[in-house]
Nanobody
Framework: QVQLVESGGGLVQPGGSLRLSCAAS????????MGWYRQAPGKQRELVAA???????TYTDSVKGRFAISRDNAKNTVYLQMNSLKPDDTAVYYC??????????WGQGTAVTVSS
């Protein structure tokens, strides 16, 4: 069983930055695809960024050039650096872990509010 614990959310002004962290338990982290989803009020959950076992990354168009996903295998942690934040980035952000085999795991979510 894998547990994901997110941190780093909060209130930030437009143009500001936040770094989200997601710490994973277990030994499959380095073999897994890691990612971040978000869900804004009244909207569907969307994939924000994913990092595929250190081989490649993908981002939704609205965050390209502003957000960066990275991982530290020694710490079993994936990060989402968010710069130039906009009010439209306000959402609950969820960490996900896709193991090579088996179901996807979800974190509990961390709220990000971008407002002046």
């Amino acid at each position: 069983q894998v547990q994901l614990v997110e941190s780093g959310g909060g209130l930030v002004q437009p143009g500001g930055s936040l770094r989200l962290s997601c710490a994973a338990s277990g030994s499959i982290f380095r073999f897994a695809t890691m990612g971040w989803y978000r869900q804004a009020p009244g909207k569907q959950r969307e994939l924000v960024a994913a990092e595929i076992r250190g081989e490649s990354t993908t981002y939704t168009d609205s965050v390209k050039g502003r957000f960066a996903i990275s991982r530290d295998n020694a710490k079993n942690t994936v990060y989402l650096q968010m710069n130039s934040l906009k009010p439209d980035d306000t959402a609950v952000y969820y960490c996900i872990l896709d193991p090579p085999i088996g179901p996807r795991y979800w974190g509990q979510g961390t709220a990000v509010t971008v407002s002046s």
